[in-house]
């Protein structure tokens, strides 16, 4: 499965954005993952739609950002909310977990190719 990310921009801290991740092929049997890294960090654990439609979140993003799908565009989605300087990063989205951990990105088979977000204060 290739993937797009898409919806980055430059914001103001506050503010909202929505990232895409669109798939060449169905993606209603996987889970949908995003991530991101910022410059000089390791990638980490940004937000899990599983295949059941539950959902994960990290902590630093719970009550702010929401995961989506819409399957019949074979399409998911991360509403970011009241962003802040601290999510500027590389957005990665991904799919196809090929184990349980949803948070561990070595499980996933397939990665979009990022799309930046920068948050200034």
């Known amino acids: 499965v290739q993937l797009q990310a898409s919806g980055g921009g430059l914001v103001q801290a506050g503010d909202s954005l929505r990232l895409s991740c669109a798939a060449s092929a169905r993606i209603s049997g996987y889970a949908v993952a995003w991530f991101r890294q910022a410059p000089g960090k390791e990638r980490e654990f940004v937000a899990a739609?599983?295949?059941?439609?539950?959902?994960d979140y990290a902590d630093s993003v719970k009550g702010r950002f929401a995961i989506s799908r819409d399957n019949t565009k074979n399409t998911g989605y991360l509403q970011m909310n009241s962003l802040l300087p601290g999510d500027t990063a590389v957005y990665f989205c991904?799919?196809?977990?090929?184990?349980?951990?949803?948070?561990?990105?070595?499980?996933?088979?397939?990665w979009g190719q990022g799309t930046q977000v920068t948050v200034s204060s």
């Open positions: 991904a799919v196809q977990l090929l184990g349980t951990d949803a948070r561990n990105p070595s499980l996933y088979g397939s």
């Open positions: 739609l599983g295949w059941g439609a539950n959902t």
